[in-house]
Structure formats: C-alpha cells, structure tokens
Nanobody, 116 residues
Framework: QVQLVDSGGGLVQPGGSLRLSCAASGFAFSYTPMSWYRQAPGKERELVASISATGSNSNYAASVKGRFTISRDNAKNTVFLQMNGLQPEDTAVYYC?????????WGQGTQVSVSS
C-alpha cells in the first residue's frame, strides 16, 4: 500500500533553514507528481510546492517562492523540501502528499517551528 514518511522538521530561528524529506513506497514514484502541504494552528491545510514526475517542473505558493525549493530523487523514492529564510509565519505541520489511482495519500506530518 502507499506509504509516505515525513521527516526533517524541528525548531529553528528566523532566517534559518531546514530540509524536509518524504520517503515514499507502494506506488510508481518515478511516474507520479508529488506535493508538500502545510497546516498552521487554526488554519486550513495549504499547498506549499509541487513537483512533476521527472522533477523538471515545479510550482510554489506565492508565500514561499524564492525561499523554498522542492526536489526529488527518483532512485531513492524520496522528495525533499529545502526551506531557507524561514519566518515565524512558516510555523506549521508539513505533509507530503501524493494523488495516486484516485486516492489521496498523506505522510504523518513533521512539525516546523520558527521562533527566536
């Protein structure tokens, strides 16, 4: 079955960096677009970034464009989110997501907290 395991979150000061990872299994990873979402306390879950199956195309929310970079390693079935210039408003639980065969699958989430 589809499994997504998120990791890499933590507490960081404003201006700092983190790299999130999502290890995927149970589907044709190298043929499937992937996404990262986040959900802050009291807010709806929002799309942060998406990447095409080959990694040649990516899209970002306006709030993170220029600071975050999504990438993938199809040999290792892993998708990454490099986050630079983190700000308190980036504090949220971050989730890896895949839509596969009419099913929407989520990682367990990893907490990112940005505070001085």
């Amino acid at each position: 079955q589809v499994q997504l395991v998120d990791s890499g979150g933590g507490l960081v000061q404003p201006g700092g960096s983190l790299r999130l990872s999502c290890a995927a299994s149970g589907f044709a990873f190298s043929y499937t677009p992937m996404s990262w979402y986040r959900q802050a306390p009291g807010k709806e879950r929002e799309l942060v970034a998406s990447i095409s199956a080959t990694g040649s195309n990516s899209n970002y929310a306006a709030s993170v464009k220029g600071r975050f970079t999504i990438s993938r390693d199809n040999a290792k079935n892993t998708v990454f989110l490099q986050m630079n210039g983190l700000q308190p408003e980036d504090t949220a639980v971050y989730y890896c997501n895949v839509y596969w065969r009419e099913g929407d699958y989520w990682g367990q989430g990893t907490q990112v907290s940005v505070s001085s």
